[in-house]
Structures are given as structure tokens and as C-alpha cells.
């Protein structure tokens, strides 16, 4: 049985925030009496996340999505409830914890600007007190893994956002963490960079079994690394559970859209009983139940002259869309 | 505390920045002559007090200027590593960047102290060094172990209390976010360093003594090199220093706590 790495019990975590009216009125009495207000921006959330598994958080701007990571690798303090991290209370950030972790945030980096990313991860290399030979053999390692060779050897002001990230994660992995806590990673990445990240991280999860906590905004992100989603909605928890069975719930049908031969075998597929979505001459557009879709489709191509068949998935992005502005989803 | 693992980081840190710094190498050369025009400007603006004064606070022109010395000497190290470091810790918070070095397995306070370096606060340093070789053969001090023994004591708390004091305005940014003016107000009071505790009036000399004590900083280790020093203020220079060592250490651990990082 695979055991629990994080274990999270009726966590919730309240900030001290201060609110300004506009003006100059506003500023002056701002200025001279702030009004705080604690706000609570997570309540009361519960999940466990298993050695090797991929979790993907979604949610809004502003949900809680970061600050869970945050608490998650031990950089903010819990208001109430308990975290257990690979055995570790997080926010003691002992030694041997931290040497089993990492944060990786798409905004900000690490990297020393004016040198070249070598530099840095020897330097990493050091605080992780690595040797010399063995960060030498992660570097070429994890950089034939990045597929990064000539940008190591660059300043890191002159290379690209898509090196610079590959070379972020080289810093952040150099010491071989068991948990990556991955905060929106692909963030103003082109299409490439993005794939080769996510192909990248697929790649790392498989090799070493390494536990991926991941946010982020891009959907292929989520839908092509994780099977797993944690949802939050204004700091609680909407759903927990797999992707698939969500996407499923929330999109139950299915669009075909037929090319008959003729609009005579239009017609005739019109009126046999299916959900028909709109009609133009020989093309016809048939909504139809997951539950039922292999079977309808069989009916299809066996008793009507088709010529062609196109199958419509709903957009995720939009379906996930969905679940940002909902409370709770039962499946 | 392993200490042959912070002393390897170190090294690296060492290494990094020197590199870093060495990308610009017009920005060392300002800085090169910066240091010199400002030791030049400080001797002089001495010079025009003692002009019409043979002694200022019972101070003459050739012992001001082992206080002069000893400011530049402290000038520089506070040039070469508080400067370049401590105001990091205000861009760290602001832009959130703490969160990195807090996931370190290393401790949080020295890398911040430590991490970077100005290569042209050294040449403050040598500077400082060479004119208190100057003061010390122009008042013809004599060098022996006691002498070498108290003026390294006294040297090496008025770093930690100047460490002290940058590191506790700088911790405050946890809270306030932005601190630069602190930092200013900081710097400006340290130019008083560059005078005689004695030549200010007695509320100001209170002031600089109890409240922000600049003048520990600068005066007692002159007068350990003039040999008129007391050993009373030797030995509350010592405890605060180790005050201001430990309170910033503190200070920062449970400023830490109330660190809520950056949003993204």
C-alpha cells in the first residue's frame, strides 16, 4: 500500500489585511489609522496526498491555491489545524525536511542575474552540501533530462523565459527533492516550453517517484500531468478527487457532427430519435449521453450513409471554468 | 552548525559575487574613485574644524584622524557586506524571493548577511588601514600585544554593532514592507561616527551613547590606539555589542514568524 506523504487536518490560515478608501480623504486617514481585518483565506481543509502522486490545485485568483502550497513547504504559519509533510511539521523547516523538498514558482527566480546558471547550481550544489563529482553528475544528468547544454554556460539576463525556467528547475532539483511543490511553472512559457516542461516533469515523477504538488492556470498543464485535483473555491475545498470522473460530470454529453451522403439520409437520421442540436442540408449535429456513445455511434455508422463524422470534445478550459465559480461538486 | 559546510558555502558566495560584480567593470572603477574623493572630502571637512581650533573635545587634528580612519575602515565593511546584503533583505520581501532562502537548508540570517559582496568597499578598507599606520606613527603609538589585543576586541564590536543596527531596521521590513528611509536616517547618523564623542554637547552625547550608540562604534577603539582608553568602556562596548549580536538574531527568528511571503 502506498503510504501518505502529506497529511492535511482542518487547516485554515487567516491574514491581517487592510483595506483604503479612494481619495486623498481615504490615504490621509489610511496614512493614520489603517483599518485591519483578519480575513480567513483558507478554512478548514482536509486531503492526504500519496508518495508519487501528481495533484494538480485549481482555482481562481485569490482562491488559496499559493497560500496552501505555502503552508504545504512550511514558509507560512497555520492559523489552526495540522500539516504533516514526509513526517515533518513544515513550519520548523528542519534540515532533513528542507533537503526533501521544493518550491518552484513560475514568477520568481533563484538564479544569480548577472552569471551564468552553472554558477548557481554549484553554488546550491554547496548548501546542499553536495560534492563537487556528484553535483557535476546531477547537473549532466538533469540537463540531458531539461535538454539544456550551451544555455549553462550563458548569463541568465541573455537567455530566454523558456531557458531560464529549465534552468530554474536544474537549480531547484539538484538535490534530488522527494515533494516538488510547482507554483503555476509553465507561466508566460510558449507552447514548446510548455510541453517540454510538462514532458519534463512526467519524465522526473516516473524516474524518481517523486511526490508533484502543482497550481496553474493552463489547463494543459493539469489535464496532461495530473489525475488527481484538489479544487478550491474562497479557501475550501470544492472537489477532491480524479480529473476524469470531474470532467465527465460536468460535460455528460457529447457533440457528433455527421456529414450524411445525402440531405435525404439527413433527414432520416433527424427523425430516428437522437438529440438533434441544429441541421444544415447534409450535416447534422447529434448530442449524445457519455453513458450511451459507443453504442450511438454504432447505430449510426451501421444504419445511415455517412460520409464523414466529426467528434466534438467540449473544451476543458471551459468545463474547469465551471468549477472555479462552484462550491462544492459531489460525484 | 557544520561549520566546514558554511565555510565551503561562503566560499561560494565569495566566488559568485566577485563574479557578478566583475560583469561591471566601469560601476568598480566609480566606486574605486568614489571611495578615495570621499576619504579625501572627509580629511578635509577635519581639516577646516581644526583650522581656528588646535583641540575640539580635548581632541587634536592628528588623533581625529584615527577616529577618521577607523570610520573609513568601518565604512568599508559595512560597504563590502551590510550595504549589498542587508538592503536585500528589503527587495527579498518585497518581491517575495525570501521564500528561497528560507527553503535552504542553511541558516536564513547568514545567508542574507553574507551572500554578496562590494569588492570596492575593500579598497575603503586598505585606505582606512593606511591611515591609521600614518596616525600611529604621527602620534608615535606603541605597538604591543595588549594594544594589538584591545583595538581587535574593540574593532570587531563595533562591526557587530553596526551589523546589529543595519540588520534590525532592515528585519522591520517583515512588517513594514518598505524600510529605505530608516536605512537613510541610519546611514546619516553613522557620518557622526567620523567625530570625537567628546566635541558634542552632553544630551547629544547621551543620545549617541545610549539610544543609537554610534559612539562606541568609532570613539573607543580610538582611544584604545591613543592608550587613553577606560576599561569600564571597553567592557560595555563588549556587552553591547553581544546584545545587538544576539537581540538581531532573535529579532530575526521571530520576525520570520510573522513573514507571510509575497502573493504571486
Known sequence: MVKNIIDVRNLSKSFDISSKEPGLKGTIKHFFRRQTKSLKVIKDISFEIKEGEIVGFLGANGAGKTTILKMLCGLIYPSEGSILVSGYLPFRRKENFLKNITLIMGQKQQLIWDLPPIESFYLNASIYDLDKFEAKKRIKKLSEMLEIDEELFIPVRKLSLGQRMKSELLAALIHEP?????????????????????????????????????????????????????????????????????????????????????????????????????????????????????????????????????????????????????????? | ?????????????????????????????????????????????????????????????????????????????????????????????REGTLDFVLLKPIDSQFFISLKKINPSGFLEIILGFCLLLICMIINQIN????????????????????????????????????????????????????????????????????????????????????GVYQLWKILLEVAVATVFLMTSRKFWLFALKSYSSASS
Not at chain 1, 451522403?261 to 430516428?272: G, R
Not at chain 2, 605597538?143 to 554593532?161: D, H, K, R, V
Not at chain 2, 524600510?179 to 543620545?207: C, H
Request: net charge neutral; glycine share 4%.
Open chain 1, 178 to 331: 522527494n515533494i516538488l511543490f510547482l507554483d503555476e511553472p509553465t507561466l508566460g512559457l510558449d507552447i514548446n516550453a510548455q510541453r517540454n516542461l510538462r514532458k519534463f516533469l512526467q519524465k522526473y515523477n516516473k524516474e524518481t517517484n517523486a511526490t508533484i504538488c502543482l497550481t496553474s492556470h493552463y489547463m494543459k498543464d493539469i489535464t496532461s500531468l495530473c489525475k488527481r485535483v484538489i479544487c478550491v473555491h474562497e479557501g475550501e475545498i470544492s472537489y477532491d478527487g480524479k480529473l476524469d470522473l470531474l470532467l465527465k460530470k460536468l460535460s455528460p454529453v457529447k457533440e457528433i457532427l455527421v456529414v450524411c451522403c445525402s440531405e435525404k439520409d439527413a433527414i432520416k437520421l433527424e427523425n430516428s430519435g437522437f438529440t438533434v442540436k441544429n441541421k444544415i442540408k447534409n450535416e447534422i449535429t447529434i448530442k449524445i449521453e457519455n453513458n450511451s456513445f459507443t453504442s450511438s455511434l454504432k447505430t449510426i455508422l451501421n444504419n445511415f450513409d455517412i460520409k464523414d463524422l466529426y467528434i466534438n470534445e467540449p473544451p476543458v478550459d471551459e468545463i474547469i471554468g465551471k468549477i472555479l465559480v462552484k462550491k462544492s461538486y459531489d460525484i
Open chain 2, 1 to 93: 552548525m557544520n561549520l566546514r559546510k558554511y565555510l565551503k558555502v561562503y566560499t561560494k558566495f565569495l566566488h559568485t559575487s566577485l563574479a557578478s560584480e566583475l560583469e561591471y567593470k566601469t560601476n568598480i572603477l566609480i566606486d574605486l574613485i568614489t571611495a578615495i574623493l570621499s576619504l579625501i572630502g572627509s580629511i578635509f571637512l577635519l581639516s577646516i574644524f581644526y583650522q581656528n581650533n588646535k583641540s575640539i573635545g580635548g581632541w587634536e587634528f592628528e588623533e581625529a584622524l584615527i577616529i577618521q580612519g577607523i570610520y573609513t575602515i568601518l565604512n568599508g565593511i559595512t560597504n563590502t557586506w551590510f550595504n549589498p546584503n542587508l538592503t536585500e533583505i528589503v527587495k527579498h520581501i
Open chain 2, 143 to 226: 605597538i604591543n600585544l595588549s594594544f594589538l589585543c584591545l583595538s581587535l576586541i574593540t574593532m570587531i564590536c563595533s562591526i557587530f554593532i553596526l551589523y546589529g543596527l543595519w540588520f534590525f531596521i532592515c528585519t522591520t521590513t517583515i512588517w513594514f514592507v518598505k524600510t529605505w528611509n530608516a536605512i537613510e536616517v541610519l546611514r546619516s547618523f553613522l557620518y557622526i561616527g567620523r567625530f570625537p564623542l567628546d566635541s558634542f554637547s552632553f544630551t547629544l552625547r547621551i543620545f549617541f551613547s545610549v539610544f543609537i550608540p554610534i559612539a562606541f562604534i568609532t570613539t573607543i577603539p580610538s582611544e584604545v590606539f591613543l
